[in-house]
């Protein structure tokens, strides 16, 4: 399963990293060099929690941000309070 959030669609994205060589200009130098560029990736911080989806509960990849921004709905800790069908209508 791949490294994406369900809910915000976040996945691992690709950058560059620079190497640098010599010393900066405010501090006395004659400036700063490139030397390298170095492929690297970006991952997000990728959870698999339990989350209510579509009415039924259910594993799912999401990212922090989209827990912390409230789009993830997690379960009730206890099964009690989950009523069954024929119970929720007429109760005796």
């Known amino acids: 399963m791949p490294r994406v959030c369900e809910?915000?669609?976040r996945k691992t994205s690709s950058g560059r990293t620079y190497t640098h060589r010599g010393k900066a200009k405010?501090?006395?130098?004659v400036g700063t060099k490139i030397t390298g560029k170095t492929k690297r990736k970006f991952k997000p911080n990728i959870q698999t929690v339990q989350?209510?989806?579509d009415g039924t509960v259910r594993r799912v990849k999401a990212?922090?941000?989209?827990i912390r921004m409230g789009l993830v709905?997690?379960?009730l800790k206890?099964?009690?309070?989950y009523k069954?069908?024929?119970?929720?209508?007429g109760g005796a």
């Open 7 to 9: 809910f915000t669609g």
């Open 26 to 29: 405010y501090l006395g130098g």
């Open 51 to 53: 989350a209510v989806v």
């Open 63 to 66: 990212s922090t941000k989209a």
């Open 73 to 75: 709905v997690k379960p």
């Open 78 to 81: 206890r099964k009690y309070a």
């Open 84 to 89: 069954p069908e024929g119970e929720a209508a």
